[in-house]
């Protein structure tokens, strides 16, 4: 984990061009690490990503280019939306979206 931390930490930005997650949770961990991200435009991504990572075609090279170009450039505004998105996603969330479920389910 303290390696994988310290790579997120030293990237210029993450490109996560997955085609399905579950959930994405590599996209939190490098916005938590203060890396901006550029994630597939996949809606299962939608709710790890919000509106802190840009967004690109996972099939769509020239996309992805210009996504991870407009990243670096956009560095600081996306490591401050990142840092922030990534503070919404806490354990304690976690297990009262699961207890909500759970005491809803039919």
Do not use: C, K, Q
Request: aromatic share 8%; charged share 25%.
């Amino acid at each position: 984990n303290d390696e994988l931390a310290a790579l997120y930490r030293g990237a210029a930005v993450v490109a996560y061009p997955s085609r399905f997650e579950g959930f994405g949770i590599p996209i939190l961990e490098a916005m938590a690490s203060g890396v901006p991200v550029v994630a597939s435009s996949h809606s299962s991504l939608d709710e790890a990503a919000g509106d802190a990572a840009l967004r690109a075609d996972p099939d769509d090279p020239e996309a992805w280019a210009t996504a991870v170009e407009a990243a670096v450039a956009r560095r600081d505004e996306l490591v401050a939306r990142g840092l922030e998105h990534a503070r919404t996603f806490t354990w304690r969330r976690v297990g009262a979206i699961m207890l909500d479920a759970w005491t809803n389910a039919a």
